[in-house]
């Protein structure tokens, strides 16, 4: 089946500290890609939905300058959390849609921890 | 605007079945996504629906009607790791996921 690594698992760092998340579709290309951040029993929340080749369309509410991403090619999506603070901890996950057609399931990577001190 | 509506919790006997059910509004559709979820862990994959009917897979079924707005997930023979959230998550006309915040299933022995 159709897999996608995430890394790192875990990062904790110190306030003002940027992160880089990667994510990366092993088996399969992925021309979407999604950026989710999820806060302790609540709904995942989409940040970004990321496209190879072209800028990111962010939700609203989700600051495009600190969360930097770049879809270089049709397997690596990353997610830049630039000048991290405690407010930014939280459980970020990607996940990817296969090249093929729009109404395949996402499959998502394990999930990025991130803890700021 | 957008909504799903799934209960919040939902106790159940290992061995035993339960129905999960969930409504939805979306701008346009393009089927609907069961997630099953742990604690502190990504969603997985269990079943798509696109048209009106059941879909079974193992111990898992679930079921559309599109006219109603509205799915269920089954789950049979449950085990204690069936504990989980379980997400609803219908797909509109951009093709996007709308998320709810999903039914925390406990599994009781």
């Known amino acids: 089946g159709a897999v996608v690594s995430q890394h790192p698992s875990w990062v904790i760092c110190k306030s003002g500290t940027s992160v880089k998340i990667e994510c990366r579709s092993l088996?399969?290309?992925?021309?979407?890609m999604f950026w989710y951040r999820q806060f302790p029993k609540q709904s995942l929340m989409l940040m970004a939905t990321?496209?190879?080749?072209?800028?990111?369309?962010?939700e609203q509410g989700v600051e495009k300058d600190k969360f930097l991403i770049n879809h270089a090619s049709l397997t690596l999506s990353t997610l830049t959390v630039t000048s991290a603070h405690p407010e930014d901890s939280s459980f970020y996950i990607c996940?990817?849609?296969?090249?093929?057609?729009?109404?395949?399931?996402?499959?998502f990577g394990d999930g990025t921890r991130l803890s700021i001190l | 605007g957008q909504n799903i509506d799934q209960p919040t919790e939902m106790t159940a006997t290992e061995g035993a079945i339960v129905q999960i059910n969930c409504t939805y509004q979306?701008?346009?559709?393009?089927?609907l996504f069961w997630y099953q979820q742990h604690a502190g862990e990504a969603p997985t994959f269990l079943s798509y629906n696109v048209l009106d009917g059941l879909e079974e897979k193992g111990r898992f079924s679930s079921f559309l009607s599109r006219s109603k707005g509205y799915s269920y997930l089954l789950l049979k023979e449950l085990q204690m790791k069936d504990s989980a959230s379980y997400l609803c998550?219908?797909?509109?006309?951009?093709?996007?996921?709308?998320w709810g915040a999903g039914t925390k299933l406990i599994i009781k022995p």
């Open positions: 996940s990817a849609r296969d090249l093929v057609t729009d109404n395949q399931p996402q499959h």
């Open positions: 088996d399969f290309q992925a021309t979407t």
């Open positions: 979306t701008s346009g559709f393009n089927g």
């Open positions: 998550a219908p797909m509109d006309s951009n093709y996007q996921l709308i």
């Open positions: 990321s496209n190879e080749g072209s800028k990111a369309t962010y």
